[in-house]
Nanobody, 122 residues
């Protein structure tokens, strides 16, 4: 059974940093794209970042470019989202996901974690 477990969310002041983790288990993810999404109250789930588990250049939504970085540790089967210079508008539940195509669309991802809350105060 595939499991994705996020951790690392919390409350931080604007300008601060957080690192989210996504621990993957249950299968080999070498052929998968790992994505980060977020969903704020009353809004649709939106793409944040993605990276191929096998390597390659990560890609990001415009609003987080230069502030967020995603990377993976293959030995630990864990993906990370380093978030710097956080803004109140980054407040959302953050999800990691795994899918077989490189896409920014939530429907392209087959497996999802439970989500972790990130709250940025002004």
């Amino acid at each position: 059974q595939v499991q994705l477990v996020e951790s690392g969310g919390g409350l931080v002041q604007a300008g601060g940093s957080l690192r989210l983790s996504c621990a993957a288990s249950g299968r080999t993810f070498s052929a998968y794209t790992m994505g980060w999404f977020r969903q704020a109250p009353g809004k649709e789930r939106e793409f944040v970042a993605a990276i191929r588990w096998s390597g390659g250049t990560p890609y990001y939504t415009d609003s987080v470019k230069g502030r967020f970085t995603t990377f993976r540790d293959n030995a630990k089967n864990t993906m990370y989202l380093q978030m710097n210079s956080l803004k109140p508008e980054d407040t959302a539940v953050y999800y990691c996901a795994a899918g077989t195509s490189s896409s920014s669309l939530p429907k392209s991802y087959d497996y999802w974690g439970q989500g972790t809350q990130v709250t940025v105060s002004s």
